[in-house]
C-alpha cells in the first residue's frame, strides 16, 4: 500500500482510502479530459475508482449519488447542514438495481431531466454489476468493486467519459441560470434566526471574532447550560460515588469538586460549540455573520452565489463561492466586479465533516471578478503578479485569486489588503489587453 495523499472527495474515494491506496495513474477521458484512476484495498475491501471534473455541475447539482444497491450498504455521510433524499424513477428496474441520492434542495425537474429515458436504460444495460457513481462540487467518481483487469479498466474510463459527457450536457442546456440552480432555504432560515438572535451590532474585524460571539451566545442559552449540568453530574457520580463509599464522606465530596467543576466547564465548551439555531452552527454563522458585516461597511451587496455559478459554468474557479460579493472593489480605485470567498474543501460534505483538518494545502481562495468593454486576448494575463496570485482570463472576464488556509481565518483588514493588490493586478491587465488591440502582431503570409 502507498502512503501518497489522495483527496476524499466523494464518498468512494473516502472509502477507498480507508481500504488502502495500491496505485494512482493519470488518464484521459475519450473527451480529452484529464483524471485519475485508483485501486484501493485488497480482496472484499478492493475497488477500483475514476476521478474526473464536471465544473459545470457545481450550481445545479451540487451532490448525487447512483449506488448499485448491492455493491455499496448504507447512504454517504451528511453534513449537519445538509439531508441526502432518495429519488424513485419512472423504472422499476433502475430502482430495484440503484439507490439515488441528491440533497435537500435539488430541483427535482432537473434530476429527472438529467436521468432521462436515454440514460436509465443506458445504466439498466450497459455498466456492469457493482457500477456506480458520485457527484461531489463538481468532482465525478465512477466505480466498480474488485481489481480489475486491463480491458476492464479500460472499460471504466469509458463509463466514466459517458456519465460525464452525459451531465456536462444536460447542465449546458440550462441557460437560464436562474430556473433551476439548487436551493438552500433551511440554511437561510437558520442564518437568519441566528443574526437576530446574536445581534451583531458592529462589523466584527475577524471571523473569529464573530465566532466569538456566536458561541458567548450560545453558551448563554439554556440548553447548552443543561447539557453541561448533565455532563458535570455523570462526571461526579462516576468519580465521586466510589470515594463517597469506600473512603468517606469527607473524600467523597473532594473527589466531585475536583472533577464536577472541569467538567461542567469542558461541557460547557462543548455544548456551546454543538447548539445550533436550526442547522447553523455558531462556525457558520460567525461566517455568515462576518461576511455581511464586511459587505455593508464595504458597499458591497450579497449575491446568489449558486446562480454566479450558474452563469459562470466555464469560468475556472479556485473552488465553489462561499459568498459573492458585488460592487465596487475596495481600494481599487472604482473598478466594480465581485468580490469572491472560495471555498475549496469538497472533503467536508464526503466525510460528513463541517470542518476539513487538512494541512497540506490551502482549504479556500480569495478572488475578485471584473470584466473587460469587450473580449481581451490571452496576451492580457501577462502581468507581474505578486507572490502566490493568480490571474485567468475567460473573453472578457478577468479573474484574479489567491489560495488561503481556510474560510474561518478572514479578517477585515486582509481582505482588504488583497482586494487592492488584486485590483491592481486587474487594472493591469485591462491595459494590457488595450494595448494588444492597439498594436496588434502582424500577420505574416507565408
Known amino acids: 500500500m502507498t502512503r501518497e495523499v489522495v483527496r476524499q472527495v466523494t464518498p468512494a474515494l473516502v472509502a477507498g482510502v480507508a481500504a488502502g491506496l495500491r496505485e494512482r495513474t493519470e488518464i484521459e477521458l475519450a473527451d480529452g479530459a484529464k483524471g485519475e484512476l485508483f485501486e484501493f484495498g485488497e480482496g472484499g475491501s478492493a475497488s477500483t475508482v475514476v476521478l474526473t471534473r464536471v465544473r459545470s455541475s457545481v450550481a445545479f447539482i451540487p451532490a448525487l449519488a447512483c449506488r448499485d444497491r448491492a455493491a455499496i450498504a448504507g447512504r454517504p455521510a451528511e453534513l449537519p447542514a445538509e439531508r441526502w433524499e432518495e429519488t424513485d424513477l419512472e423504472s422499476g428496474a433502475f430502482n430495484r438495481r440503484y439507490l439515488l441520492l441528491s440533497l435537500t434542495g435539488q430541483d427535482p425537474g432537473l434530476l429527472r431531466e438529467l436521468f432521462s429515458p436515454s440514460l436509465i436504460a ?229 466525510t460528513g465533516q463541517e470542518i476539513a483538518f487538512v494541512s497540506d494545502r490551502p482549504l479556500a481562495a480569495s478572488a475578485i471578478l471584473v470584466e473587460a468593454a469587450g473580449d481581451l486576448p490571452e496576451s492580457a494575463a501577462n502581468v507581474d503578479l505578486p507572490e502566490e496570485y493568480r490571474i485567468e482570463i475567460r473573453g472578457r472576464q478577468i479573474l484574479v485569486w489567491r489560495p488561503v488556509q481556510g474560510n474561518l481565518l478572514r479578517t477585515a483588514a486582509g481582505t482588504d489588503r488583497f482586494c487592492e493588490r488584486a485590483a491592481t493586478v486587474a487594472r493591469d491587465a485591462l491595459e494590457a489587453g488595450s494595448r494588444a488591440k492597439a498594436n496588434p502582431k502582424p500577420v505574416v503570409d507565408p
Open 122 to 350: 443506458w445504466l439498466e444495460r450497459d455498466p456492469p454489476s457493482g457500477f456506480s457513481f458520485e457527484l461531489n462540487e463538481g468532482f465525478l467518481t465512477v466505480a466498480l468493486p474488485g481489481r480489475l483487469t486491463e480491458v476492464e479498466r479500460g472499460r471504466l474510463v469509458s463509463l466514466a467519459s459517458d456519465v460525464s459527457t452525459r451531465i456536462e450536457a444536460e447542465i449546458a442546456e440550462e441557460g437560464d441560470a436562474s430556473l433551476d440552480v439548487f436551493e438552500e432555504p433551511e440554511e437561510m432560515r437558520g442564518i437568519e434566526r441566528g443574526l437576530a438572535d446574536v445581534g451583531f451590532e458592529d462589523p466584527p474585524e475577524s471571523v473569529q471574532d464573530a465566532i466569538a460571539a456566536a458561541k458567548a451566545r450560545a453558551g448563554r442559552k439554556p440548553a447548552s447550560l443543561l447539557r453541561a449540568l448533565r455532563t458535570a453530574a455523570i462526571a461526579v457520580a462516576v468519580a465521586g460515588t466510589p470515594a463517597f463509599v469506600f473512603v468517606g464522606p469527607a473524600a467523597g465530596v473532594a473527589s466531585a469538586l475536583l472533577i464536577g467543576l472541569p467538567a461542567l466547564y469542558v461541557g460547557w465548551l462543548v455544548s456551546r460549540a454543538s447548539y445550533r439555531w436550526g442547522v447553523i452552527s455558531p462556525d457558520r454563522l460567525g461566517l455568515e455573520a462576518w461576511t455581511r458585516g464586511y459587505a455593508e461597511s464595504r458597499g458591497l451587496a450579497l449575491e446568489d452565489r449558486w446562480r454566479f455559478h450558474g452563469s459562470n459554468k466555464d469560468l475556472p474557479m479556485p473552488g465553489f463561492c462561499d459568498h459573492v460579493l458585488a460592487g465596487t472593489i475596495p481600494g481599487s480605485g472604482g473598478i466594480s466586479g465581485e468580490v469572491l470567498f472560495v471555498g475549496d474543501a469538497a472533503e467536508m460534505r464526503a
